[in-house]
């Protein structure tokens, strides 16, 4: 909005509104209102929060430590979508597409979980929504999200070609381009890349949402991967860059560089009340849409693949799971973990919370850094 008021109207009879023209001077502002949104709003929600009684509910069987987080106001993740979609639509060109793709996945994940923490609220207990519930409505959204990437691909503003890492001319199609011949069948050659889309997004959504465990934790790691999507969608679209780094160039997706600071200063400012010991959590509301969020932007900007080393922290809690449940299942009742996900983990061996936290933000960085240096070595 302002981006269009002080630059597309203004700009012509007063020559210095020229700066809001600068994509990383809008990524700034993006990110410093959203560090002022979280910080000054905070406590109003906190405090509507405790009104409403909406706390938080542990489960018996995580570790004895946390029960006395009981109570504490969750949802919080309220904060963190207000603080992201309000400076995106003050500071981005909304007449692009892909703002508008990013934002209402954003808004979609957030009301998934939001009806999720919902559920647990009124029935006073920490079970919300069935995990077949939760998994159908994610890739509904993950769905609408491929199809509509599909569509701008057909007006030449989107490519379904992977991006691999280390192989720069290795570009496969995730489109059956033999099927698309085959009349009355041809949207069957999209499947594969609708398929691919769901697994990343959904699967992004859900390791967030699994590493909101401790104060902080969550958030923190998504400070750091929020910051390096920052840096690859501003590479992705711009020219000298791109041709340098020999990426795909999508000059369209760079607009999502004002998302991405502001997704990093809104984090920073829920951190601020999140912090241990926190005094507000994100909830599934909050996890939901910066898992979304995260895995919509890196489709867009053709880093799906880059995504495991971005979120590493994100992956190893997920993967953490899957492992535990399967040697469950498959190994009678034995488990890998003393407990997932990992942080549980440590936790039951011996280390303080936060000495977890802070080591896997250390393990989170070092990721970060992993994925950007993987530009170069192409």
Known sequence: MLYWLLYQKLFPYFRFFRIFRYLTFRCVFASLTALLIGLLIGPFVIQRLREFQIGQYIREEGPQSHQKKGGTPTMGGVLICISILVPTLLWSDLSNPFVWVVMLSTLAFGAIGFADDYIKVVNRRNLGLTSRQK???????????????????????????????????????????????????????????????MIVIAGASNAVNLTDGLDGLAIGCTIIAAGALTVLTYISGHV???????????????????????????????????????????????SLALGGAIGTVAVVIKQELLLPFIGGVFILELMSVVLQVGSYKLRNGKRIFKMAPLHHHFELLGWSESKVIARFWILALVFALLALTTLKLR
């Open 135 to 197: 998994l159908l409505a994610q890739f509904v959204v993950s769905g609408a999200v491929a199809v509509t990437l599909i569509k701008l691909q057909g007006v030449g503003s989107y490519s379904t070609r992977l991006v691999v890492p280390f192989a720069k001319r290795l570009r496969p199609d995730l489109v059956w381009e033999w099927m698309g011949h085959i009349p009355h069948l041809h949207w069957i050659a999209f499947l594969p890349f609708v398929f691919f889309v």
């Open 240 to 286: 000298v860059f791109s041709d340098y780094l020999e990426l795909q160039r999508m000059p369209l997706v760079s607009e999502l560089t004002v998302f991405c600071g502001a997704m990093v200063g809104g984090s920073i400012g829920f951190l601020w009340y999140n912090a241990h010991p926190a005094e507000i959590f994100m909830g599934d509301v909050g």
